[in-house]
């Protein structure tokens, strides 16, 4: 990544440009959307300029597409907000829509104790596009990272998504559209702001109780992890097969419903000792919306006896970064159980 730095007095933002959309042009000759520097947006957008604000750059170098983001880079961009806190009103990272609700989720639990924004925006159409979503995105993710309370402490003390007139907690959204302008939605959680004519938060929904855990934390995401959705017709022996992988430490198993799952007994004792070999399984729902509860059907009740995890209503995305972190953490299995059904930031409802 490379930066450039801005001197004023005035609050003092840090734009993170990773790629996506946002900054794309086409490609003359193939018609394809690639990759463009940040200057492309500022060139596009210099009502950046009108805000009452000062902001330095980094972005990476050359811009990526969300698709091509590893855990690497989420602790690159983790590193570089918390060693440049202090330095800075607040954060806009510009992300592809891919995978932005994934890096979102992960950023929300590598940034413990975060009192300031760090707010992720994209767009579904390039920066450069008559039509594009992108400009309004980025000015009003400035302003969302700008705002104060009467206070003056900052509004969005969180990691956060805009995109298409709604703030949402970042660890509780998702992409859903792969063609609306109001591409992502948080199905679990309310929105924390609506950027209508003007900007409305919702002071009830924004912020979040931390727990306290005396632990070493470690920037640190465990990739001996897969998420497994169950179909009618799953074979038991692939399943098996799957969780036989050497180095398998984490599944996040996407079950039907509020947790439930086949009852019978190849597929059962297949995840019961898988369990017992020490893989931590953790039940999300496959639906959109809603929660796992296992005790509420036998076949999710038989379930939970294997020893897996519920993981109530967490979004997959945060349930999979979660687990990753966690597992990259010195801490025992029953601890991870433990901590994968605590809130630590807002991402599940207790
Ligand atoms: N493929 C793009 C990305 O995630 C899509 C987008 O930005 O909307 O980087």
Known sequence: MTATRDTATLPHLKVIYTGGTIGMVQDTETGALKAFQFDYLREHVPELDQLHCTFDIAQCDPPIDSSAITPA???KLGRMIQAEMKQYDGFVILHGTDTMAYTASALSFMLRGLDRPVIL???QLPIGRLRTDGKENLITAFEIALARRTDGTPMIPEVAVYFEDYLYRGNRTLKYSAEHFE???SPN???????GIDIKYSPSSIGFAEPTIAHEWVAGFDQ???VLKLFPGLSASLLDHILHTPG???VVLETFGSGNAPTDTT???TIRTAVERGITIVNVTQCYSGSVVMARYETGNVLSQTGVIGGGDMTTEAAVTKLMYLLAQDLSQEMVSRLMQVSLRGELTV
């Open 73 to 75: 880079l989420w602790i």
């Open 121 to 123: 925006t994209g767009s």
């Open 183 to 185: 591409a992502f939605a």
């Open 189 to 195: 959680y309310p929105h924390l702001a609506f950027a």
């Open 224 to 226: 001996q992890v897969v």
């Open 248 to 250: 398998l430490r984490g």
């Open 267 to 269: 597929f059962l004792s």
